[in-house]
């Protein structure tokens, strides 16, 4: 199993910045990717931002210029950090990571999440 370990949400007023942390940990062989998303009550989980374990990066035309994903593969842990903060941007955030395991015979790949880390943005 993989283990997700998130943290940094928290209530920041408008214009303000957070930084979010998530720590992945378990017996797999290595990670492909890990990203961020966030789902507002009733409505679907939606991609914030992603990068791989190469460091090429993805991320949603709302937060560009905003929101910067960076990955330290030695600890396994992936940040967020976001800037100039919007109401808008209230949300659960979520972590997620998509490893590689071996098997007998092949390699598989896996998706986990972590239980989310809740930011609010105060107008």
């Not at 949400?9 to 890990?34: E, H, K, P, W």
């Not at 507002?40 to 991609?47: D, F, S």
């Not at 960076?70 to 919007?86: E, I």
Request: glycine letters at 10%; hydrophobic letters at 30%.
């Amino acid at each position: 199993q993989v283990q997700l370990v998130e943290s940094g949400g928290d209530l920041v007023q408008a214009g303000g910045s957070l930084r979010l942390s998530c720590a992945a940990s378990g017996s797999f062989f290595s990670i492909n990717t890990m990203g961020w998303y966030r789902q507002a009550p009733g409505k679907q989980r939606e991609l914030v931002a992603s990068i791989t374990s190469g460091g090429s990066t993805n991320y949603a035309d709302s937060v560009k210029g905003r929101f910067t994903i960076s990955m330290d593969n030695a600890k396994n842990t992936v940040y967020l950090q976001m800037n100039s903060l919007k109401p808008e941007d209230t949300d659960a955030y979520y972590c997620n990571t998509n490893v590689n395991w071996i098997v007998p015979g092949t390699m598989r790949r896996y998706d986990y999440w972590g239980q989310g880390t809740q930011v609010t943005v105060s107008s």
